[in-house]
């Protein structure tokens, strides 16, 4: 299991302090999600932030584009020091190409779809990228209630892809919360994408910790 705090609901006026936490509380991941304005109806970070998160951690910079023209910001992603880039199935022509593209960055390379669009849209690029995201809310906001049919989703993406050493992980973001993050994990998640479910509780390290607690409990 791997734990990817998100900082879409940190305190955005100290993120060196944030990267502190992550690393503090054993996430592995940090994940950033940017949004346009136009793909979901929100305005986040940009390639500034990455930027300025990569001198104070080691950890694995983890960005989720929801926009609508991800090609324009590889470069400048890649260039700020992101280690993987996920891009929305939706929001690309040509996913399969984008996804070489990434990879010719020497970033790791995901796909992620919203809960409305049909599972089988990823299946063409499956093989090809190293990590899928669920989402399990709509992007846009975080905050939101997890949606539990996803599990149902989680369930064939496993399936589709199996079990073996050089398969995707599959990351799930949205709503989870250690409530219902065990049930995500047994439904073939991989790693969990946390924002509110951490950075909204008394003791963000503590929480991380709880978090990854659960993995002896499956």
């Known amino acids: 299991m791997i734990l990817a705090p998100s900082i879409l609901a940190a305190d955005w006026s100290d993120l060196r302090s944030v990267a502190t ?55 400048p992603f890649a260039n700020a020091g992101t280690d993987n880039l996920t891009f929305h199935i939706e929001a690309e022509s040509n996913p399969i190409g984008f996804v070489e593209k990434i990879h010719s960055e020497g970033l790791k390379a995901g796909v992620s779809l919203r809960p409305g669009t049909p ?32 599990l149902d989703r989680i369930r064939t993406i496993r399936e589709r892809i199996g079990s073996g050493t050089n398969r995707p992980l599959i990351s799930v973001d949205g709503g989870v919360k250690l409530g219902n993050a065990k049930e995500i994990l047994l439904s073939g998640a991989d790693i969990l994408i946390v924002g509110s479910g951490i950075f909204h509780t008394p003791d963000p390290v503590e929480t991380m910790r709880t978090f990854l607690n659960l993995q002896t409990q499956l």
């Not at 929100?42 to 983890?62: Q, S």
């Not at 690029?125 to 669920?134: E, G, I, N």
Request: hydrophobic residues 50%; negative net charge.
């Open 119 to 150: 599972v089988e849209k990823l299946w063409p690029v499956l093989p090809l990228v190293d990590l899928v995201l669920v989402m399990s809310v709509e992007p846009g906001f975080g905050g939101q209630e997890f949606m539990p049919a996803m």
């Open 21 to 75: 936490q992550c690393r503090a509380g054993g996430a592995r991941y940090i994940h950033v999600d940017v949004m346009d304005n136009h793909f979901v109806p929100n305005l986040t970070a940009g390639p500034v932030v990455v930027n300025g998160l990569r001198p104070v951690t080691e950890l694995v910079l983890d960005i989720h584009l929801m926009v609508t023209n991800p090609g324009t910001l590889l470069k």
